[in-house]
């Protein structure tokens, strides 16, 4: 059980991102911390994490946005929720925080962008249903099998939870697509089991995916020798590291191992076709996979848009990166 605690935000509410599939709209943490406690989490490696056990819920989120976007000459298109966090954590403090910051920012005429590997709850549902074509979002979904999804995102939702999810925001009008990421090679991207989540999916009339691997940073390794009792297991999600690439995410801070290319370009064409059999598309993330493509992994829809210019999107005079009201 996490401890939870409120704090006070340093700087403003809505703030920009280097990733590349999101430096183009605000974006709004939460929390410093998650109850997802997932294996895999970049965020362990950031000098504000707080501890696998410790969720920092910010202060007055919801009423600092809203005042941010009442202040701004030109309203952003869409806001993203949220970077370095989860906004639907099993945290009552937390999904509060979350639904008051997500009203005010539909209210004001703002669109909401988000991912979760969480359990979407019914008022949020119908939040959703009452502000249709403003909000898009993704459910992280790797895997169906609980045993393995209970290992590497101790604290998410149940596979079969966020697969609900799918299908309640579907119905609701929200345009939801999978994001299978990250993918452990050798185990998540057999056929077997990528099928089965694309097969979840579509029966849910969800017809896109997002997907990429797992990229290796010191603090993901160490927490997945840290966490992970099955010697097999740890191996087959560490061994093909072996032989990976070094290099910096898209944008982003610090650098770490990806897969070599040649084997994630395999597994990126066969994955595809997995997913065409289907009638669905694929997407792939440029930001962890620049030395394959520049596409991007539609984190954000309305950054992926090519007919939105980028000025439209973060409307200030500053570029993103800089320092910002």
Not at 176 to 193: C, I, K, N, Q, W
């Amino acid at each position: 059980m996490a401890t939870v605690c409120y704090t006070e935000r340093r700087g403003a509410v809505l703030t920009p991102s280097a990733l590349g599939c999101l430096a183009a709209v605000p974006t709004v943490n939460v929390s410093a911390g998650c109850a997802h406690r997932c294996l895999y989490c970049y965020a362990q490696g950031y000098s504000q994490y707080p501890g696998e056990n410790t969720v920092l819920v910010y202060r007055d989120t919801a009423a600092r946005a809203t005042e941010e976007l009442r202040r701004k000459r030109r309203r952003p298109l869409a806001v993203y929720f949220c970077p370095s966090c989860d906004p639907f954590q099993p945290v009552e403090e937390v999904l509060d925080m979350t639904y008051e910051t997500m009203r005010g920012v539909l209210e004001a005429g703002v669109a909401i962008e988000f991912v979760t590997k969480g359990q979407v709850p019914a008022r949020f549902i119908d939040l959703f249903a009452r502000h249709v074509g403003q909000v898009s979002g993704q459910v992280g979904i790797t895997t169906l099998e609980a045993g393995l999804a209970a290992t590497l995102e101790p604290g998410a939702a149940e596979p079969a939870a966020r697969v609900a999810s799918l299908g309640a925001l579907s119905r609701a009008g929200v345009h939801v697509s999978v994001r299978a990421d990250p993918l452990v090679h050798g185990v998540m991207d057999t056929e077997e089991s990528f099928a089965a989540v694309l097969a979840a999916a579509q029966a849910r009339s969800v017809r896109e995916v997002a997907a990429s691997f797992l990229f290796l940073r010191p603090a993901i390794a160490a927490a997945l020798r840290r966490h992970i009792a099955d010697a097999t297991l740890l191996d087959q999600v560490l061994t093909p590291y072996r032989q990976g690439v070094r290099f910096r995410l898209r944008g982003g801070q610090g650098s770490g191992l990806a897969l070599p290319e040649a084997v994630r370009r395999e597994a990126f064409a066969r994955l595809r076709k997995i997913a065409e059999k289907r009638g669905m598309t694929l997407h792939v993330c440029g930001c962890k996979n620049p030395d394959l493509t520049d596409e991007s992994c539609h984190i954000s829809r309305t950054a992926g848009s090519e007919r939105l210019d980028r000025e439209l999107l973060w409307p200030e005079e500053k570029a993103p990166g800089q320092k910002t009201d």
